[in-house]
């Protein structure tokens, strides 16, 4: 038997805020972490710069940005909220700012800043931490505790925290190894999909375009009848379809239509700005400029060169005709594609490539006062094992942080 009263699974977002807030009322505490170095799913988040936080001020707005049960953040969000996550950072001598969409980053730019600060508070707290610890199992002790398998031996706990995260980016180690333990005490598994993915096409003219990266777009969601969502935004293409901020938010809808067996439309409006005559116009001053080249070359002004013969093979313009003789159909026809790129979902990128997995613990057998289990007294969950997912923009970690410092203070010494 060890001393540790309580033992955090897992060295992430949630699981090092909740061993530090555990570990600093003086409550002994242990974090175990599968890999080498903590967390290295953080230090890959907003492309490297980790956008950690929101600074929208209102709990209602943040929780309109989980379409994952974000009511159940509610309670959580109103123990340690993003503005409270931006002062811990901040008194942890972490630096942020506020970018465009209200999004928070470190001010060094660097994720890695976000790790160095959240392990000084775990350290500082009094928590020991033991990584290249990877947990086996987890069960009940016969009265009560909780026995914890690791390839070191056996740890005996009064509390776990269970912060071992989802299960994509599974190379970070969070390859979703809490689910079978959570069932396995009796708690129900909502089914893990992707969320935050990227889209498959079936055109695949994507190809050409991969890496281009268009910002100030407008795109929508279609089925044969309706628009099912729109943002605003950047996006990206890629080998096999699209990306980017726009799209990981819309693929949550595009993910629902095709396990319907649909396969919805994206719709890329190139030129939000520009009406379709406004548009016109500028097109046909384009034109004129441009007279004596082929229509090809009549473009460079108004489109990314790799994005022209893109656009012209979906107006069914030929590349080589001369300027001066596009038809007044041919120029409406480039108008309506400027305005209306259309493909085809055909999937989603799997799991492993979504920023985020939908799904995990039900959050209706967790107390969201206090995230401990409702079925197993002493038993807490934390970050992304729940059943929560959020939209771009910091979010995700903002639920990771909140949920791992209301598990952690509630299963400290009172
Ligand atoms: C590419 C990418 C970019 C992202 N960008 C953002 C962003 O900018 N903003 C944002 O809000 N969110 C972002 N996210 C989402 C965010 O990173 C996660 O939602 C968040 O990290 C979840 O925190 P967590 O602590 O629950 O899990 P994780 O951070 O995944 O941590 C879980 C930890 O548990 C450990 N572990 C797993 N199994 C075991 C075991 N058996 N034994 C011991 N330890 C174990 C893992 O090694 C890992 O360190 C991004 C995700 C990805 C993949």
């Known amino acids: 038997m060890n001393s540790y009263k ?11 805020v909740a061993a530090g807030r555990c570990a600093e009322t003086g409550t002994k505490t242990l974090l175990l972490e599968k890999n080498k170095y903590l967390g290295r799913k953080i230090g890959i988040t907003g492309k490297g710069r980790c956008n950690l936080t929101t600074s929208i001020a209102s709990i209602e707005d943040i929780i309109a940005q989980y379409p994952g049960n974000g009511r159940f953040l509610y309670s959580a969000f109103s123990q ?6 931006i002062d811990f950072f901040n008194s942890l001598g972490l630096k942020t700012v506020t970018e465009r969409g209200q999004r928070v980053f470190p001010a060094s730019d660097r994720a890695r800043d976000v790790v160095k600060a959240l392990e000084k508070y775990a ?25 914890i ?12 925290i269970l912060a071992v995260g989802g299960a994509s980016y599974p190379g970070t180690g969070s390859t979703g190894d809490g689910y079978a333990w959570a069932r396995k005490m009796g708690h129900t598994i ?39 969502g729109s943002e605003f935004g950047e996006m990206l293409f890629t080998h096999f379809g699209v ?29 939000p700005a520009l009406s379709p005559e406004t548009l016109d116009r500028r097109i046909q001053r384009d034109f004129k400029k441009y007279q004596r080249k082929i229509i090809q070359n009549a473009l460079v002004d108004l489109l990314p060169q790799a994005l022209i013969p893109v ?12 300027t001066h003789s596009i038809t007044r159909e041919e120029r409406q026809s480039l108008v309506e594609t400027l305005k209306d790129l259309k493909l085809t979902v055909s999937g989603t990128r799997p799991l492993s490539e979504a920023i985020v997995t939908a799904g995990g613990v039900a959050t209706n057998e967790i107390n969201p006062r206090t995230m401990e289990s409702k079925i197993i007294s002493g038993l807490y969950f934390a970050g992304e094992i729940i059943d929560i997912d959020g939209n771009t923009g910091g979010f995700n970690l903002q639920a990771a942080f909140s949920t791992g410092y209301v598990a952690g203070a509630n299963a400290a010494d009172k």
């Open 6 to 16: 309580v033992a955090v699974i897992g060295g992430g977002a949630a699981g090092l």
């Open 311 to 322: 656009v012209l093979e979906n107006a069914e313009i030929e590349r080589e005709k001369a």
């Open 149 to 160: 398998t690791t390839a070191k031996g056996p740890i005996e706990v009064e509390k776990a």
């Open 123 to 147: 350290k500082s707290s009094g928590c020991e931490i033991r990584p290249e610890s990877p947990v086996t199992g987890i069960s009940r002790l016969p009265v009560s505790g909780f026995k």
């Open 243 to 271: 990306s980017g901020p726009v799209i990981l938010t819309l693929s949550r809808i595009a993910a629902a239509e095709l396990e319907k067996g649909k396969q919805p439309l994206i719709h890329i409006d190139l030129k």
């Open 80 to 85: 340690f909220s993003n503005l409270d996550t």
């Open 190 to 228: 909502v089914p893990i999909r992707p969320a935050l993915v990227p889209l498959e096409t079936s055109e695949t003219w994507v190809r050409d375009l991969q890496g281009l990266s268009l910002r100030n777009v407008k795109v929508w969601l279609s089925d044969s009848d309706n628009i099912l």
